[in-house]
C-alpha cells in the first residue's frame, strides 16, 4: 500500500477490461468507501489502446509485465486471456508478491493448482470470481457462503452462447449455423466459437466449481464433454412436444463415493426454472445438505457483469489489505495440501433417461425390431412420438424416450440399432435429467 491506498494494475484492454476502467471511472469512490481504504487503479498494461477506453489518467505499458513488477502495485488484474504468456505473467506477479485477480478459467483448469500452490507459499491471494458464469457470485458461495454445507451437486448453463444458440433456434425454427452467425455478429461468440460450441469453456467452469464444492484438484481431464453442434431444430421441436426444453449443461454432483462430472445437451422438463433460463443468461443450481437447493441466474458474459464480479475480488482483497491482513481465505476453499482427488464415475456408469431420434423406414416390423434390440440392454420405453410421414417419404422421424440406463447399455444397443437396413442415419441421443429430489437424477 501506497499514500494509505491499496493500487491496483491492470493487464489488458479488452472488452472486460474496459468494463473493469469504467466501473473505477465511474465509481471509484464508491468502491473505496466499501473497502474501508483507499483503491486506486493507476497502471495498465496493454500491448495495443482500445479506442471505447479513456487511459489517459493511467500510466499506460506496452510490456504487459511492467505491471507484473511494478513496486508500487498491490494488487495485479488478469485479463489477457490464453494459456500460456497468462500463466507466466500470473507467476511474475506473485513471485513479486502481488495479489492477483483474474477471469482467465482456461488457465485455472489447466495450471491453477500449481498456481494456488505458488500463490500459498508467497503468502498472496489468487481470486477468480469473474472466471466463472460472468456476473453470478458462484465461486463466493460455494467458497464461503456455503463453508457450512456438505455440496451434494452443482449443475446449470455455464455458457451463454451456446445457451444463446438452443434459445434462437427453438424460438424461431432456425438452424445452428444460422443462429451462430448472428451470435458471432452481435459479439456472443468469438470469431473461432469451438470453445464455446464443443463444450471445453464449460468444462473449465466446471472443473472450477467441482474443486470448490468437492475439495478436488483441479484437473482438466476430468469431465467428459459434448457440444452442441449436433441438435438440430427437429430435436429442439420433439423436446417441447415431449414436455420439455434442451439446455447445454454442466453437471457435477456424488455418486456414493465417487463424482460425476459432464458437460452435453440435456432434455430438462419445461416446468423446471433451469429450462425457462433463455438467450445468454446463466443459471447454476447448488444442491446442499444444510441449506438445500440454491438456483442462481444472471449475466454470464459481458463487459460490465463480468468486471463487476473482478472489482468484487478486488474489494475483498482491499479490505483485508486495508486492515493489514494476508488474505486468509484459501482460493479453492481449503489450503491445496487439504484437497482430495476423488474418483470420477465413468462415462458408460452414468445412468439417465434417454431422448433417441431415429429415421427409419416407414415399414412393418421396424419398430418392433428397434423396441427388442433395446430390450436386450434392458432398457424400456416411456414414451414414443411417430408421426406420419410425408407424401412420397420413404423413411419416418420416430423419437423415444427411454426409461433410467447407463449410458454403455444405450451405446451397445444404438450400435446394433445403426446395422439394421431401415435405419437412415446416425441416431441422435441425448440424457434427460428431471433434477427432482436434490439433483438426483438417476442415481
Known sequence: MTNDSVRIGLCGLGTVASGVVAIYQGHSSLLSDRAATGIALTHIGARRDNPDCDTSAFTVSRDIFAVATDPQIDVVVELIGGTTVAKTLVETAIKNGKHVVTANKALLAEHGNSLIALAESKGVALRFEAAVAGGIPIIKTLRESLAGNRINSVAGIINGTGNFILTEMASANRTFDDVLAEAQALGYAEADPTFDIDGTDAAHKLIIL????????????GPFTEGIDGIAPADLTFAAELGYRIKHLGIARRVGEKIDLRVH????????????????????????DAVGE??????????????????????????????GQRCPIPALGVLQAALTDIERVSKGDVVSAWYLRLLASDKPGVMAEITRLLGSQGI??????????????????????????????????????????????????????????????GY
Open 294 to 323: 440454491l438456483v442462481l441466474v444472471g449475466p454470464g458474459a459481458g463487459s460490465l457483469p463480468t468486471a463487476s464480479a473482478v472489482w468484487g475480488d478486488v474489494v475483498d482483497l482491499c479490505r483485508e489489505l486495508g486492515r
Open 210 to 221: 467441482a474443486s470448490i464444492a468437492f475439495g478436488m484438484p483441479l484437473n482438466v481431464t
Open 380 to 441: 424400456s420405453i416411456e414414451s414414443l412420438i411417430q408421426h406420419p410421414p410425408e407424401a412420397g417419404v420413404e423413411h419416418v422421424q420416430i423419437v423415444i424416450l427411454t426409461d433410467h440406463a447407463a449410458g454403455s447399455r444405450i451405446e451397445k444397443a444404438l450400435g446394433e440399432i445403426e446395422k439394421l437396413q431401415a435405419i437412415g442415419e446416425h441416431v441422435v441421443a441425448l440424457r434427460v435429467e428431471s433434477f427432482g429430489g436434490g439433483l438426483s437424477g
Open 265 to 288: 445437451p440435456t432434455l430438462v422438463p419445461s416446468d423446471k426454472q433451469i429450462a425457462n433460463v433463455d438467450g445468454v443468461l446463466n443459471a447454476i443450481m447448488v444442491s446442499a
